[in-house]
């Protein structure tokens, strides 16, 4: 969009200057018609810059306030992936699984602890006391995961978009990255920002911005590389 500005400017002081030639140069007869003309056309490129700054800046005040919808869903799957996978060794790709999870589960708070037990094996083998450490895991609670997660929030629609294409559902994938378990949540900006200016969406999908959501979805996870964050700036992050 700079560069169309840059272009506008720069055909409207071209302008200008061609009508101070005209005052200057052509016959007074022709002066008014050329005059009324060129002022004209100056009016028109003031109005097409005005439009394009404030379309934009209306277009990132509706962006922002849709991501932050996507964000703070998708930070609710996040955390309803890492309880899930606590209690059962993996990740998921159906929602209603996930909801049932957070409907029942209890995941239980765990410590680790070293202890020092006889070897019987090394004993035998030397003859002598040969002694062996190892870790054991307490189990010193459970937590509902209902209640202390998703306590008045309405995960039963944390699958929905919730802004811009109606009916719109976030892509759910599960797997392993070489025997690690995975996950991926995901929407097309396109999809987020259904009904507005089809070339700003493109520009959007292909921002690359410290304190922007980089390339052309809403992402938490990956299927790529062995990750629970999403890639939206800290500051759509409130609910984390």
């Known amino acids: 969009m700079l560069k169309v500005i840059l272009v ?3 055909i409207i002081l071209l302008t200008i200057g061609i009508v101070w030639l005209i005052d200057k140069f052509v016959p007074k007869k022709m002066k008014p018609i050329l005059n009324l003309l060129l002022w004209g056309i100056i009016v028109y490129l003031g109005y097409i810059t005005f439009n394009s700054v404030y379309d ?15 964000v703070d869903r998708l930070i609710d799957i996040q955390k309803a992936q890492v309880a899930y996978k606590q209690v059962n060794g993996e990740y998921t ?3 209603e699984n996930l909801i049932k999870f957070i409907d029942s589960a209890q995941v239980p708070v765990t410590q680790r602890r070293d202890s020092t037990i006889l070897d019987e094996e090394q004993t ?9 450490t190892i870790t054991l895991v307490d189990t010193l609670r459970y937590y509902s995961v209902k209640d202390s997660l998703f306590k008045d929030v309405d995960y039963r ?5 919730g802004v811009g294409k109606p ?13 690690i378990p995975v996950f991926e949540a995901s929407v097309d900006k396109s999809i987020v920002l259904d009904g507005e200016d089809k070339n700003l969406i493109s520009n959007e999908k292909q921002t690359v911005s410290v304190d922007g959501v980089n390339g052309p979805t809403i992402t938490v996870g990956s299927m790529n590389e062995v990750k629970t964050t999403g890639n939206w700036p800290k500051n759509f992050a409130k609910k984390e």
């Open 124 to 132: 035998r083998a030397f003859g002598v006391d040969m002694y062996k």
């Open 56 to 70: 934009e800046l209306r277009f990132n005040e509706i962006k922002d306030e849709r991501y932050q919808v996507v």
């Open 167 to 179: 009916g719109a559902k976030f892509e759910l994938k599960a797997g392993k990255l070489d025997d």
């Open 8 to 10: 506008v400017v720069a």
């Open 157 to 161: 629609k944390m699958m929905d978009v």
């Open 93 to 95: 790709d159906k929602y």
